[in-house]
T-cell receptor, first 111, second 114 residues
């Protein structure tokens, strides 16, 4: 039962343009959502989060949008930089429960 | 320490052997989590520790898997009689408190069962 889904295994974007990574979830009890970034041979690192009481959270070049009615969230990176090339994981939790992760999307930023 | 440390970084073992994976969390972090990532898959929750107790073991795939934590610090994940489907990267994370969702992950142990 995949409660958090990232349907795009990969995404390629030109440097300087906007990268949009998408995530869908099925559990309506989820109330906290996070994005993690992972480089090869390293552990995932926390990027940005959003509570279900909000629909947008911004941190520098990174913005997360939450659409609760559609059970959808997205991560926008603008402008995209070569160092943004990594695997991005969406994660969600219900109350104080464990994080449930999606399968990841490999983002490649082309110069 | 400065970060979450896991050892070994790589482990190749023969099918049927037991393996032990170690995690040193960030000092003072009371919550500790084990996840694994099989090839092409997302991060799969295994077990959560709060202090030395494990209130959520729901992700352990079989009774061949066990974990313990001592001194609110080091944790070991033990896999007995390893099978090829156990091959994965095993990731440990720690956080200051249960509701601090900014988990800090280690670099993982890549386990290959041959």
């Amino acid at each position: 039962d995949q409660q958090v889904k990232q349907n795009s295994p990969s995404l390629s974007v030109q440097e300087g343009r906007i990268s949009i990574l998408n995530c869908d979830y099925t559990n309506s009890m989820f109330d906290y959502f996070l994005w993690y970034k992972k480089y090869p041979a390293e552990g995932p690192t926390f990027l940005i989060s959003i509570s279900s009481i909000k629909d947008k959270n911004e941190d520098g070049r990174f913005t997360v949008f939450l659409n609760k009615s559609a059970k959808h969230l997205s991560l926008h990176i603008v402008p995209s930089q070569p160092g943004d090339s990594a695997v991005y994981f969406c994660a969600a939790s219900a109350g104080a429960q464990k994080l449930v992760f999606g399968q990841g999307t490999r983002l490649t930023i082309n110069p | 320490g400065a970060g979450v440390s896991q050892s070994p970084s790589n482990k190749v073992t023969e099918k049927g052997k037991d393996v032990e994976l170690r995690c040193d969390p960030i000092s003072g972090h009371t919550a500790l989590y084990w996840y694994r990532q099989r090839l092409g898959q997302g991060l799969e929750f295994l077990i959560y520790f709060q202090g030395n107790s494990a209130p959520d073991k729901s992700g352990l795939p079989s009774d061949r898997f066990s974990a313990e934590r001592t001194g609110e610090s080091v944790s070991t994940l033990t896999i007995q009689r390893t099978q090829q489907e156990d091959s994965a990267v095993y990731l440990c994370a720690s956080s200051l408190e249960r509701r601090n969702y900014g988990y800090t992950f280690g670099s993982g142990t890549r386990l290959t069962v041959v």
